[in-house]
Every structure is written in C-alpha cells, then in structure tokens.
C-alpha cells in the first residue's frame, strides 16, 4: 500500500520552502518597486496555505518509506511545485493563460530552458530572478537541495534521492547522504558564485551576473535578454559561459575527487569524462568546419560559435550567442545527436547521459566478442566497475522507452499541424531537458508559443519525465505499481 500520509507530509514541508524563495522574490519585488509584488504575496499565501493543508493531510505518518512511495513523492513535488511556482505569472498578467504558465514554471523547475514568452525583457526584476531560481533550485533536484540543506525533512532520504538522481549508477562521496548533499551543493554554489564573480568583472551588471550564473550552472539557459548571452556580444562571457557550463554538465563526484581529493589524473581515466570531451571536441570540429567552408566564417568566429553551441546543446543547456537555425542543415543533425547525448550523470545536464553511452559501447563491443567466442564470459565495465546484468537491462529499457515517448510526442505534433522537422527536434530537446530547437519557425532564438495547448501540456509531461529519467515516471502508469504488494 501507498503511504500517503508520509507522502503528504514532505510535500507540505517542501512547500514551505517553495514558500521561502517565493518570499524572496517578492522581497526583490518590492525593493525594485514594480507590479509583480501583489502576485508574489498571494503566491506566498497559496503556497504557506498548501503546505499547511499538505502537513495536515499527512498529521501522525510513520517514517516508514518504502521504493514505490518515493518514486510518487519525487514525481508529485515536481508537479506540484511547479503549480505554486505558476501563480506569479499568473496572478501578474505577464502570463495569464494558465497552460502557458505552467509550462514556463516547469521548463524551469527541469532546467529545460523551452519558454513560451517572446519577449522576456518586459517583465520585471523579480519574475525574471524567479524564472532563473527555479532553474538553479531545480539543477540538482528539489529534493535533493532540501536533503542538503535540511536533510530531517525528507523521510527516507535515499531512496528519494535515488528517485530523483540521474545516471543509471550512483557514486557516494560521503557514507551520509546528507553530507554528501552539502558537499555537492557547497560546489554548485562556489560555481555559481565565482561563474557571477567573472560576468561582473567582463562587463555584465549585478541583476544579469547573478541570473546568468544560475541558468549557466544549472545548465537550463532562461536569460534576461532576448538574444540571450549574444545580448552583450562579448567574447570573454561566451568563453566564460562555454567553460561554466562545461564544468557543471561533468560528474560532481568527479570534481569533488579532483578538487578536493587533489586526484587529477581521474578526469582523463575517468572513461565517461573521456567520452563527454571527445563529442564536445569531435562535434566542435566539424560544425567549425562547416561554418568556415559554406557560411564564410573566420577562424576566430567559427571556433567561438561552433563550440558554444556543442556545449550549450550537449551540455543541454540552451543559451545561444548565434542563430543555429540559420546554418546548414547538417551543423542541425550533429547537435541533435548532442543534445541526445547530454552530459555526465551526477550533473546539471539532461540527455542520454554519457556514462550509457559508455556502458551501451562495452556492451556492444562484447556481442562483437561473443561472436566468436560464444562460451566467454565478458562483463561490462565502466571505470574499473562492473555493471551488473539487471542494469544493462535498464538500460536498454531506458532507450526503447526515450525513443518511444518522443515517436508519439512526434506524432502528436504533427497531428496537431506542427512540422515535421520541429516536431522532431521539439520532442527530443524536451525528453533531453535541452530546450532550444533547430527549426524554421520554432528555432533557438524563438518562443514556443505558436504551440497548441494540448502540445504544451505533453511536453510539459514530456520535461518532468526527461528531468526524472523517464523510468520513475512512467512506472507510475503501470499497473503493478499500484496493485502489487
């Protein structure tokens, strides 16, 4: 049986948190002097009022979590706090319809990036700094940062970090999570804080250099500005960007090991590592090519652009300082195979996950050896790792469900009228957490909101499971989830 009561519970505590940002932000509100604030006060009164109704609901639960209640407790706090998080927009008129809001709140809350407003320089301060807190909260998880912050609210904590975490296999740093939280998120922050400190000192101004960082680190991509970091035409930001975003799409296991541990041979015996910077080098290479050949780029403006856009898309987190919708066709196809790719698990990216990419080509390598040597046992190993069997098959289960969710979400599209080439790249950016798209009429420097309703709401689902690694959404639809004891 599902324990609701413990369910409810954390629910009502996160939300009490979501109540505190929110607070923030109508503190920023009021300071600036803007419209926003009576919005953000009747967030903060809706949400205070959820989350007391949410703890009466779970009044006297156990501390008993089982597998099954985190995977529904991880899946209805994303629901739900995006929910909350939608009434500034709402309640403001800068987003009145409430599909388009919501959408926006959980393309944030998922690091997607995807944004249906088409011009984001109108709102004021504190909607623009809440869009890019829920992206930097929503980077290494909701759960996750509360299990870091204050780990005695979540109930049974590793198993909904285990809910939550990205990457088919996880690494401890610390035997308590919670220290490991703090560890994890003590880097985050000192990325973000120093990725702001290097903005400040290219030319940005404070407002932009503490948004910015955020959506850089926690590779989601929401911007200030129209033309996102191509707002400033700055070479020293985009090369700042590139390397911030590089960093924060590799393990932060693996940059705990390095930086603190001062064991700097793992990044390149690190095979996943390995792997992340040969596409980032390979893709980077090949799109400078083209753009010099058919688009008459120079040498310098072809490196910077190309290699922005490979990390921004494999890194999936969106910002752009050039129009990719506008090059050739062939620069579309390698950085879709980047934004399927992703990044490292353990990070703030979304995708594939480069360490499957490992795992899928040792495994294939060993079918190519069983070929011949039928009666070999040959284990798959990653880092020095053998990967158990049950694993492999999460795996593959892993992408015939990632394909088959983005065939029908395809379909879908193009039912409802959308094209075919942005039904393709809409779909897999959003099952990636990528948001930016490479079409004619919905491409990176575009808003989505020529999209109709019923898409939105899919792709709403369609983000929430690519955040959450598909499999812990979709075994809530089965039906041995709610029947089997």
């Known amino acids: 049986m599902i324990n609701w009561r413990i369910i409810w519970k954390i629910i009502g505590q996160l939300l009490f948190i979501e109540a505190g940002l929110l607070a923030l932000c109508m503190l920023m509100s009021f300071l600036y002097q803007e419209d926003d604030t009576p919005a953000f006060f009747i967030a903060v009164v809706a949400t205070i009022i959820g989350a007391c109704l949410m703890q009466y609901a779970g009044r006297g639960s156990s501390n008993t979590m089982y597998r099954r209640d985190s995977f529904l407790v991880v899946t209805l706090v994303w629901i739900i706090f995006s929910s909350f998080g939608a009434i500034p927009f709402v309640v403001s008129g800068y987003v009145p319809n409430i599909t388009d809001a919501y959408f926006e709140t959980i393309s944030g809350f998922t690091t997607t990036g995807a944004s249906l407003i088409d011009d984001v320089e109108r709102l004021p301060h504190a ?280 065939l029908f979400t395809y379909f879908i599209m193009i039912i409802t009228g959308v094209d075919s080439t942005n039904a393709f790249t809409i779909s897999l950016s959003c099952a990636s957490n990528v948001g930016p798209t490479l079409g004619l009429e919905i491409g990176p420097t575009m808003s989505w909101n020529i999209l109709p309703d019923l898409v939105k709401w899919l792709l709403s689902l369609l983000m929430l499971m690519g955040r959450l690694e598909i499999l812990s959404v979709v075994v809530l639809f089965t039906h041995s989830f709610w029947r089997d004891k």
Request: hydrophobic fraction near 50%; include cysteine; proline fraction near 3%.
């Open 127 to 406: 909607l623009l700094f809440w869009r890019s807190l829920t992206q930097w909260v929503g980077g290494l998880g909701i759960v996750f940062f509360t299990i870091a912050t204050l780990p005695s609210l979540v109930g049974g904590s590793v198993k909904v970090f285990s809910a939550e975490a990205t990457g088919p296999m996880r690494t401890k740093m610390h035997p308590r999570l919670s220290t490991t939280g703090r560890w994890i998120w003590g880097i985050y922050s000192t990325l973000t804080i120093v990725c702001a400190i290097c903005f400040y000192f290219e030319g940005m101004g404070a407002f932009d250099c503490a948004n910015y960082a955020m959506t850089v680190t926690a590779t989601g991509g929401f911007a200030t500005h129209n033309a996102s970091t191509g707002y400033f035409h700055n070479p020293a930001i985009d090369y700042t960007a590139i390397l911030f975003m590089f960093l924060c799409g590799t393990s932060f296991t693996l940059l705990y090991v390095t930086l603190f541990k001062h064991k700097f041979r793992e990044f390149l015996r690190n095979a996943e590592f390995r792997l992340y910077l040969t596409v980032v080098v390979v893709a980077t290479l090949a799109i400078l090519g083209i753009l010099m050949v058919d688009c008459s780029y120079d040498f310098w403006s072809a490196l910077r652009s190309s290699l922005f856009q490979v990390v921004s898309f494999v890194t999936t987190t969106g910002v752009f300082n050039d129009d990719a919708g506008q090059w050739p066709h062939i620069t579309w196809v390698i950085l879709s195979v980047c934004m399927f790719i992703g990044g490292c698990a353990g990070s703030t990216s979304g995708g594939f996950k480069c360490v499957r990419g490992v795992m899928l080509i040792e495994m294939v390598r060993n079918e190519f050896k069983r070929l011949v040597h039928p009666n070999a046992v040959l284990p798959v190993r990653v880092g020095g790792m053998t990967v158990p069997f049950q694993k492999q098959l999460s795996l593959v289960a892993f992408i015939v469900m990632y394909f088959g969710l983005c």
